[in-house]
């Protein structure tokens, strides 16, 4: 039984006592003053629950969000909380001239009963240890491949059973990203994925990650031959990480922004050609290298590469 129980409890004891011998007898017996024990009773209907203490909070405040301020966030919480969540929804807000802070929005929308039926409590984040943040652009950049769910597939792509794949790469420091689809998961499309990078990037590469599938190198299938990743990456004297097996935690930001993709592009696409998952994908980019990041500070992968380049 929890406290607020108890107190209800105790207070209903007075009460019955105090129709027995009276409210001033139950006042002196419980040490409690005689306008507490008539207000008891005048709220008592028979059960205890009816005694539990009330909510001491205000029904306003001075600083209260406005009645415009709250009509913006509904509209923005209608528009991008299904697809972007509630940094899409403060993003949309901020963009429209709302001027208040992440947790003061989040506070409101849900004091105004938005998204509790959408989406359950998370569970408590354990105190996990975190790796060394990288401390300039291209110190590591973690590289993977997504296939594309088959469910977004149309047209000749679904009636040939073929598939397509998305190549990711992000950098540790900023978050930066740059993604490319292929039609075929091979040696050669990451070669060719690594020298579109090396012209986007703005930055050289020091070091880049990956885990041990084949289309990165050949570690586990030939002592002898070095996959086309390794042979490139030599020429250029860039270092190549490999992972772990089955360990993909190790390239977690790249595994996070494969989710996110997920999350806020295939579920709400389809694609007829890898033309046009590019077409998309470039959009998609875009948005992400421009979307706010709590983990860096409320700043976007643009704007902290910016502050890095030119510091």
């Avoid at 209903?12 to 003053?33: E, P, W």
């Avoid at 009645?67 to 991008?80: G, H, S």
């Avoid at 190790?250 to 993709?261: C, I, Q, T």
Wanted: net charge positive; charged share 35%; with cysteine.
């Amino acid at each position: 039984m929890n406290i607020i129980a108890q107190e209800a409890r105790k207070r209903q004891a007075v009460v019955k006592l105090s129709l027995r011998k009276g409210k001033s007898f139950a006042g002196r017996i419980y040490g409690v003053s005689l306008s507490s024990v008539k207000r008891w009773c005048k709220r008592y209907d028979g059960t205890w629950q009816s005694l539990k203490e009330k909510s001491h909070k205000p029904d306003s405040h001075p600083k209260r969000h406005t009645e415009e301020e709250e009509k913006l966030i509904k509209k923005c919480f209608k528009e991008n909380y299904l697809r972007y969540g509630w940094d899409g929804v403060y993003d949309a807000a901020v963009k429209e001239g709302y001027s208040r802070s992440y947790s003061g929005m989040v506070y409101a929308a849900k004091r105004m009963g938005l998204g509790s039926e959408l989406k359950d409590k998370k569970a408590p984040r354990t105190n996990r240890s975190r790796y060394p943040e990288m401390t300039y652009p291209g110190e590591k950049v973690q590289i993977d491949v997504k296939e594309v769910p088959y469910a977004c597939l149309r047209g000749a792509l679904r009636r040939d059973g073929k598939h397509l794949y998305q190549w990711t790469a992000i950098d540790e420091c900023t978050r930066i990203r740059f993604v490319y689809g292929f039609e075929e998961h091979t040696p050669e499309n990451t070669v060719k994925f690594l020298k579109m990078l090396i012209k986007v990037f703005p930055f050289s590469i020091k070091t880049i990650q990956t885990d041990n599938g084949t289309e990165f190198t050949y570690k586990f299938i030939s002592d002898t031959e070095k996959s086309p990743m390794d042979k490139f990456l030599e020429k250029l004297g860039t270092e190549h990480i490999l992972i772990p097996p089955r360990t993909p935690w190790h390239n977690g930001k790249v595994e996070r922004s494969h989710r996110n993709d997920q999350r806020y592009f295939y579920d709400w696409e389809t694609f007829r050609s890898v033309e046009e998952l590019n077409e998309k994908l470039k959009e998609h980019l875009k948005w992400s290298n421009n979307k706010s990041m709590r983990t860096l500070g409320g700043k976007s992968p643009i704007q902290l590469l910016k502050e890095k380049l030119e510091a």
